[in-house]
């Protein structure tokens, strides 16, 4: 446990004091808050007066024996989420008397879960809510669940004539899917399929766009995007349409400037540039009616709104007002009939719903209490570290001067360091490094109790934060199920879900399972700010100690894999009740260490057959007893049907 002077706790500490440090109130959309108790809780929607304690649904779903780590998800706040987007949308039609309708789809590859999915279609067939494929294998799961005869399948993707056929045919089953041409080796394909089956798609194009976008994705699009054709690559395929016959089938211009676009600028720009290419193929003979303004629509992750990567300078009503504004304008300049308007808004969609819970197996952190000794046959070194610890604690009662605290600082690392040669030179032997090491901590452990009250600590002391900070060890893998975190840096809002009540003292960091040393979370909000540690509590023994990552809804299952052959955890979905209660819709077990075992081509009877021959041969070496062998195998067989995670 970190060390900490329990008179300098604060006991006057408040629900308010939690909700300011984790800016809850503002990245958490009031889906999330913290109740009378100091837990979490969760809110269905924005009105609702609905909510359920996240704590107490975690210790009851550990008395079901499902165990964390594990991720609930909210039906009630995803059914919200689209919601919200449909209605933002038609409060902006009805505002700028737009002639058309939204249309919305959502994107297969944020999240194919078929429950996700399912959930998805259901709450969004009132406004005919379709979804977004990127691949033969999604184009399968929209085809078989996609039951609304109205709704939109936008075909992506790279395309084969095999793709491409099912698609054309799906027509013949009252299916929606329109072909998004991306590729220009795609057209003859299409061509060609049309001719075969004597059956016609609806084609759509996607254009590369000039206008620059924002944040972590800002460099994905442009002329040197991954997808999408060049204006002069849209001229030869309209012209290869009009050839064939097809180009009464083009009917869509798709486009995409990126993902989690912070700057609603960027939007604008590329809606302008997008709008006047939509006029301009309606020009050519292109009978459009759709126009497909791609993902991008952000969430505010740190709560700032703000244009930096983790948040957007813009509200969802903001971005819908834009988006028909622009189309508007750009067609009713032209005299163009006024599009469907489609949005592939995936993580606007899906981020809420899913929060990710963790426990705590432990923590490390380095001595900063040690015991002066007297030894009068100590080395000059640790002579010289008391000395300096004992000038710090002489600085307490005085006019602070920083530049002596700064000094004083140099001069214990520098002690610290002419421990380390000497050890390395046989001079010292490894009980005075140690204490050469307690000692240095307890000086900076002494500076930051001085400097506790600062609000901008000097650079030359930044570091002693760090290294005093605690490890917290997470009974998860960062590789599996928050991958964005060490793939591409993505902050997620991470905070205890109780305890709220009691002051958060420690500073530390995480470390996951994994023998990986970037199985770790280190990025964090704070106020606003981006920083390396979090305000945490001392773990209390025989008590589970839970953190919450909340807003992890897209991407990261999909892209989890199996280092160090860490599985899937458990999932749940619960709607909440009127009488803030719950009801679990579906169980969604963690994989066992044999399912993992057997997707890497292990037979878990050979490998517990293997073992045991072994065991007989130890028997007979009579270096294993029979019992000994017996609960091995016992123990390996229970091990196997159970949990890649860590249990009590």
Sequence with gaps: MTDFDPKKLNKNWTIEDSISKYGIDKWGEKYFSINSDGNISIS???????????????KEFKTREINTPLIIRFNDILKDRITELNNAFSKAIETYDYKNIYQGVFP??????????????????????????????????????LENQKSLLICNGYKDKNYIEIAILARKLGKQPIIVIEQRDEVQRIIEAVKDLKATPILGIRSKLSSKSSGR??????????????????MVTIKELKEANLINEMMLLHFHVGSQISDISVIKDALQEASQIFVELSKL???????????????????????????????????????IATVKDSCEVNNIQH?????????????????????????????????????????????????????????RDKKRDLSEIIELWNDAKKFKEDCLVAFRLGFICLEERAYAEELTWTCAKEIANQLENEEIIHPDLSEITDTLASTYYANLSVFKSIPDTWAINQVFPII??????????????????????????????DNGKIKSL?????????????????????????????????????????????????????????NSKSEILELLDYSSDNLVESIRVNTESAINNKTLTIQEARKLIDQIETSLRKSSYLSE
């Design 108 to 145: 297969i590859k944020c999240n194919q879960q078929k429950n996700i999915l399912e959930k998805i279609i259901e709450y969004g067939d009132r406004w005919n809510f379709g979804l977004e494929v990127g691949s033969k294998s999604e184009l399968l799961i929209g085809l078989s669940i």
């Design 44 to 58: 269905p929607n924005r009105r609702s007066k609905k909510k359920v304690d996240l704590f107490k649904l975690v």
């Design 339 to 395: 599009p469907i308007i489609i949005s592939e808004s995936g993580r606007a969609i899906i981020s809420h719903c899913s929060v990710l819970i963790f426990n705590i197996l432990g923590t490390s952190h380095v001595s900063s209490q040690v015991k002066i000794s007297d030894q009068k046959k100590q080395s000059l070194i640790i002579t010289n570290l008391i000395e300096t610890l004992n000038q710090l604690k002489n600085l």
């Design 285 to 323: 003979g292109a009978p459009m009616k759709y126009i497909d303004v791609g993902g991008g629509l952000g969430i505010d992750f740190d709560g700032t709104k703000t244009s930096s990567n983790t948040s957007t300078n813009y509200s969802l009503q903001n971005y819908a007002n834009d988006v």
């Design 217 to 234: 994705w800002g460099k994905s699009v442009g002329d040197n995007s991954k997808f999408g054709l060049s204006i002069p690559e849209i």
């Design 534 to 590: 979090l305000n945490l509590h001392p773990p209390e023994k025989n008590n589970d100690y839970l953190i919450g990552i909340f807003m992890a809804g897209a991407y990261q299952e999909a892209l989890g894999n199996f280092h160090n052959l860490f599985g899937n955890t458990n999932v749940i979905h619960i709607d909440i009740n009127e009488d803030n209660s719950y009801k679990i819709k579906n169980i969604i077990k963690e």
């Design 496 to 525: 205890p879900i109780h305890r709220h009540l009691e002051e958060p003292f420690c500073k530390g960091n995480f470390a996951d399972l994994t023998c990986d040393s970037d199985g770790k979370l280190n990025n964090f909000i």
